[in-house]
Nanobody
Framework: VQLVESGGGLVQAGGSLRLSCTTS????????VGWFRQAPGQEREEVLC???????TYYADSVMGRFTGSSDIAKNSPYLQMNDLKPEATSFYC??????????????????WGRGTQVTVSS
């Protein structure tokens, strides 16, 4: 089982980034996938999660309207489109898979995890 994130980097405030998570080794279309972020000294935050089996998405209030989650079932890949980025979005972003078919908003229900990718938003 493997999840590998890509697409992170440095962007100016107001810009956009698209994170990808390449997955393998599990039935992607039956799993829920979450995107999480954690900045130094802060708690891990679930940004959004996608139930691939139900076709539903949960968004944290902090990203509603600016971030969009999607899944390409054929490519076994979830994506995180981040628009109008703000400096407070600077964080380390990870994707993770959950065997729960429903939306899951607690990290304890997720595993395995990708290694993550850094997103830095300059002001």
């Amino acid at each position: 089982v493997q999840l590998v994130e890509s697409g992170g980097g440095l962007v100016q405030a107001g810009g956009s980034l698209r994170l990808s998570c390449t997955t393998s080794g599990f039935p992607f279309d039956h799993y829920t996938v979450g995107w999480f972020r954690q900045a130094p000294g802060q708690e891990r935050e679930e940004v959004l999660c996608i139930s691939n089996s139900e076709g539903t998405t949960y968004y944290a209030d902090s990203v509603m309207g600016r971030f969009t989650g999607s899944s390409d079932i054929a490519k076994n890949s979830p994506y995180l489109q981040m628009n109008d980025l703000k400096p407070e979005a600077t964080s380390f972003y990870c994707c993770a898979a959950s065997t729960m078919a429903i939306l899951v908003t607690t990290p304890e229900w997720y595993g395995p995890w990708g290694r993550g990718t850094q997103v830095t938003v300059s002001s």
